[in-house]
């Protein structure tokens, strides 16, 4: 069923008095926070926004619910549209707010949480827009349910490299992406990439080798196109970024082309 959906003003995100109405479900009733525009999505089932808490399975069952979702409901939308931080902000606030408070109880406690959960910034910290790349991506990119199911279960097996990867502009296209982590899957490096760098003091607190690896090959751009290599040269390209920080020499030398 398609829903209308009245777009929000600019400067709701950090607005007080917005953060209050909607406490008392009073946003849809004041004009002053609309503007005259009015867009259509394909459906009105609400989805997991925020998974930035709970064990890993839940997280990864709120992911999965997510991408369902996304691909069965808006996907087909207009890219402009689901890639738009006011368009998902104005529905889940104008439409889902019971949804929203019921999943998510703590929006009711301050508006750092709600600015946190609900109406935060559109970017690769965002779990709204982590959920619709990787279901853009992955329905544009696999042909069959088996291969949807086995990129969502890359994606959401090597998270920290994903956010990593979404981060870079350069490497924000499905086919970097998901080649990349089939690379990781066939060279079995996942809970490598996922561990902490220790006793490397010029580093930082919390790096992890698959960040670096993805910084290795942000840095070494446009020299090195990686966005743009064939599976064998990117696969090259990232056991010599690993070898900077991790011997990949204690690799099986079945996993190891290099």
Same mark, same amino acid.
């Given at each position: 069923?398609?829903?209308?959906?009245?777009?929000?003003?600019?400067?709701?995100?950090?607005? =007080? *008095? @917005?953060?209050?109405?909607?406490?008392?479900? +009073?946003?849809?009733?004041?004009? !002053? /926070?609309?503007? #005259?525009?009015?867009?259509?999505?394909?459906?009105?089932?609400?989805?997991?926004?925020?998974?930035?808490?709970?064990?890993?399975?839940?997280?990864?069952?709120?992911?999965?619910?997510?991408?369902?979702?996304?691909?069965?409901?808006?996907?087909?939308?207009?890219?402009?549209?689901?890639?738009?931080?006011?368009?998902?902000?104005?529905?889940?606030?104008?439409?889902?707010?019971?949804?929203?408070?019921?999943?998510?109880?703590?929006?009711?406690?301050?508006?750092?949480?709600?600015?946190?959960?609900?109406? =935060? *910034? @559109?970017?690769?910290?965002?779990?709204?827009? +982590?959920?619709?790349?990787?279901? !853009? /991506?992955?329905? #544009?990119?696999?042909?069959?349910?088996?291969?949807?199911?086995?990129?969502?279960?890359?994606?959401?097996?090597?998270?920290?490299?994903?956010?990593?990867?979404?981060?870079?502009?350069?490497?924000?296209?499905?086919?970097?992406?998901?080649?990349?982590?089939?690379?990781?899957?066939?060279?079995?490096?996942?809970?490598?990439?996922?561990?902490?760098?220790?006793?490397?003091?010029?580093?930082?607190?919390?790096?992890?080798?698959?960040?670096?690896?993805?910084?290795?090959?942000?840095?070494?751009?446009?020299?090195?196109?990686?966005?743009?290599?064939?599976?064998?040269?990117?696969?090259?390209?990232?056991?010599?970024?690993?070898?900077?920080?991790?011997?990949?020499?204690?690799?099986?030398?079945?996993?190891?082309?290099?």
């Amino acid at each position: 069923m398609e829903v209308k959906i009245r777009l929000l003003k600019k400067g709701y995100r950090k607005n =007080k *008095a @917005f953060y209050q109405d909607f406490i008392t479900n +009073k946003i849809i009733e004041k004009d !002053e /926070y609309f503007t #005259d525009k009015i867009i259509t999505l394909p459906s009105h089932k609400p989805f997991p926004i925020y998974m930035g808490k709970g064990s890993d399975s839940q997280r990864k069952e709120e992911f999965l619910q997510a991408f369902c979702i996304l691909a069965d409901h808006y996907i087909t939308s207009n890219r402009d549209l689901h890639l738009d931080e006011v368009v998902w902000h104005s529905y889940f606030l104008t439409h889902h707010r019971d949804y929203l408070i019921n999943k998510y109880p703590s929006i009711l406690e301050g508006q750092n949480h709600f600015e946190n959960i609900v109406t =935060k *910034a @559109f970017d690769w910290e965002n779990y709204i827009y +982590k959920c619709v790349l990787a279901t !853009e /991506y992955v329905e #544009d990119y696999a042909n069959t349910s088996e291969e949807k199911e086995y990129y969502y279960q890359l994606i959401l097996d090597n998270l920290d490299v994903y956010n990593y990867i979404i981060k870079y502009e350069i490497f924000r296209n499905k086919d970097f992406l998901l080649k990349l982590l089939k690379i990781i899957d066939e060279l079995e490096i996942s809970p490598i990439m996922k561990a902490k760098i220790k006793d490397r003091p010029n580093l930082g607190k919390d790096e992890r080798y698959g960040r670096r690896v993805i910084f290795e090959l942000n840095k070494s751009y446009p020299v090195v196109m990686a966005p743009m290599l064939e599976e064998d040269e990117l696969k090259e390209e990232i056991l010599r970024a690993l070898n900077l920080y991790y011997d990949i020499s204690t690799l099986s030398i079945s996993r190891v082309t290099i």
